[in-house]
C-alpha cells in the first residue's frame, strides 16, 4: 500500500541551524513527491515539488529512489520557517497521500 | 485571482444531524479535491473529481458520505448523520487536472464539530 511517513511530530531548533525534515515513502510506481507547508492561521500551500528540483525560500528537497526518501533541508533556519511541514506522494491518479506532518519551530 | 473558497468556516451541529460543506474551486481547474484533516491523523484523501469522469470515491470513510460536483465547479460533501468522529477539518481543493499541472491548491477548510 502507499505510505508517506514523517516519523518527528516535531523539530526544533534555534534560528541559524540546519533543518532537515525526514519523509519516507512506499510505492511501487514512479512516485511524484511534494512537501506542503500551512504556516499559522493560513492554508496549506504547495512548498516544492521533485521534479521542479527548485529552491523555494531556501528549502531543497532530493528524492532518493534507493532509500525511498524525500528529505526537506534548509542550511540555516529563520523564525517564519516556523510552520507545519506535510510530505505528500501523487498517484497517477493524481489524489495526493499525505503525511502526518511535521511542526518546525525556530526559536530566536 | 480568487483561489479557492469553502463555507462555512465553521460548523458546529449535533450527533445525528446532516451537514453540508461547500466549496468553490478555482475558475478553470477541472480537478477538484475533498481532504480531512484530523488531530493527529494528517491529511486523508476523501474525493477525486476530474471533468466529466466518474468521481474516485476511494477514501470515503462509511456510506455517510458522498460528494457532488454540479456543472464541473462547485462541490458540496455531506455528511449524513454526523458522529462525534466525523470531527476534523475538511479542505478542498483544485488543480487544472493531469500532466505537470497537478499542483493543488487548497481552500481555508472548514472546521466541523459534531457534539
Known amino acids: 500500500a502507499q505510505r508517506v511517513t514523517q516519523p518527528e511530530k516535531l523539530l526544533s531548533v534555534f534560528k541559524g541551524a540546519p533543518v532537515e525534515l525526514k519523509c519516507n515513502y512506499s510505492?511501487?510506481?514512479?512516485?511524484?513527491l511534494f512537501w506542503y507547508v500551512q504556516y499559522s492561521r493560513q492554508r496549506l500551500q504547495l512548498l516544492l515539488r521533485?521534479?521542479s528540483r527548485e529552491s523555494i525560500k531556501g528549502f531543497t528537497a532530493d528524492l532518493n529512489k534507493g532509500e525511498t526518501s524525500f528529505h526537506l533541508k534548509k542550511p540555516f533556519a529563520q523564525e517564519e520557517d516556523s510552520a507545519m511541514y506535510y510530505c505528500?506522494?501523487?498517484?497517477?491518479?493524481?489524489?495526493?497521500?499525505f503525511g502526518t506532518g511535521t511542526r518546525l519551530q525556530v526559536f530566536p | 485571482g480568487a483561489g479557492v473558497s469553502q463555507s462555512p468556516s465553521n460548523k458546529v451541529t449535533e450527533k445525528g444531524k446532516d451537514v453540508e460543506l461547500r466549496c468553490d474551486p478555482i475558475?478553470?481547474?477541472?480537478?477538484l479535491y475533498w481532504y480531512r484533516q484530523s488531530l493527529g491523523q494528517g491529511l486523508e484523501f476523501l474525493i477525486y473529481?476530474?471533468?466529466?469522469?466518474?468521481?474516485?470515491k476511494s477514501g470515503l470513510p462509511s456510506d455517510r458520505f458522498s460528494a457532488e460536483r454540479t456543472g464541473g465547479s462547485v462541490s458540496t460533501l455531506t455528511i449524513q448523520r454526523t458522529q462525534q468522529e466525523d470531527s476534523a477539518v475538511y479542505l478542498c481543493?483544485?488543480?487544472?487536472?493531469?500532466?505537470?499541472?497537478?499542483?493543488?491548491?487548497f481552500g481555508p477548510g472548514t472546521r466541523l464539530l459534531v457534539l
Open positions: 473529481f476530474q471533468g466529466n469522469s466518474a468521481p474516485d
Open positions: 475558475s478553470g481547474h477541472t480537478a
Open positions: 505528500a506522494l501523487s498517484l497517477n491518479t493524481d489524489k495526493l497521500i
Open positions: 481543493a483544485s488543480s487544472l487536472g493531469r500532466g505537470r499541472e497537478r499542483t493543488q491548491y
Open positions: 510505492y511501487s510506481g514512479s512516485p511524484e
Open positions: 521533485h521534479i
